[in-house]
Each structure stands twice: as C-alpha cells, then as structure tokens.
C-alpha cells in the first residue's frame, strides 16, 4: 500500500531530543523531496523542514541550529533529528511527499 507513516513521537523534557521517521515505501527514493510540518492546536500548519530531490535542505527559522532533515532512500525514509526541544515545539509533526500525507506523530515538549 503506498503510504506516508510517521513514528518517533513522544513526550520529551526541555533540552530533550527525538527522532522522527517518515517511511514512505513506493512514494520515498533517494531523489524524492519530502517536507515535514508541524501543526499545534490552535495554530496554522507550519513547514518545518523540506528536503528537495537533490538533498538541498531547508529549515524554519524556529528550528535552525536545532533539527536537521535527512534521506536514506535505501530506507525509503526521511529523519527529523530534533535537539534542544522547547515547549514551543510540541504539535503534532506531518510529512508529505508527493501529494501524499502521513497521519502525524505526536511530539510533547514538558517537564
């Protein structure tokens, strides 16, 4: 089934880290561009971070100096390494790939 599907979510401490998973099998290679967002309740969906087809990475402002996209298309998979995780940053995150969206995954930032 072709399919975008988040993991990696969770509850993590102030000044924690996570990694998210973005598995896109039949929709994921090492030339697709994949963009993660994030959506916090009450707020407009946010582009974090996109991934074009030739591994050119782009960041939200926000984010900068604190996550970082990667592809491992033998995977069929993009990575959000978070660090330094702020309050601020819980939501739940999105990827999408090729008109397709994944289901989210939750990210809580607390102590």
């Known amino acids: 089934q072709v399919q975008l599907v988040e993991s990696g979510g969770g509850l993590v401490q102030p000044g924690g880290s996570l990694r998210l998973s973005c598995v896109g099998s039949?929709?994921?290679?090492?030339?697709?561009?994949v963009a993660w967002y994030r959506q916090a309740p009450g707020k407009e969906r946010e582009l974090v971070a996109f991934?074009?087809?030739?591994?050119?990475?782009n960041l939200a402002d926000s984010v900068k100096g604190r996550f970082r996209i990667s592809r491992d298309g033998a995977k069929n998979t993009v990575y959000l390494q978070m660090n330094s995780l702020k309050p601020e940053d819980t939501a739940v995150y999105l990827c999408?790939?090729?008109?397709?969206w994944g289901q989210g995954t939750q990210v809580t930032v607390s102590s």
């Open positions: 999408t790939s090729s008109r397709f």
């Open positions: 039949g929709i994921i290679d090492s030339f697709t561009a």
């Open positions: 991934i074009d087809g030739g591994g050119t990475t």
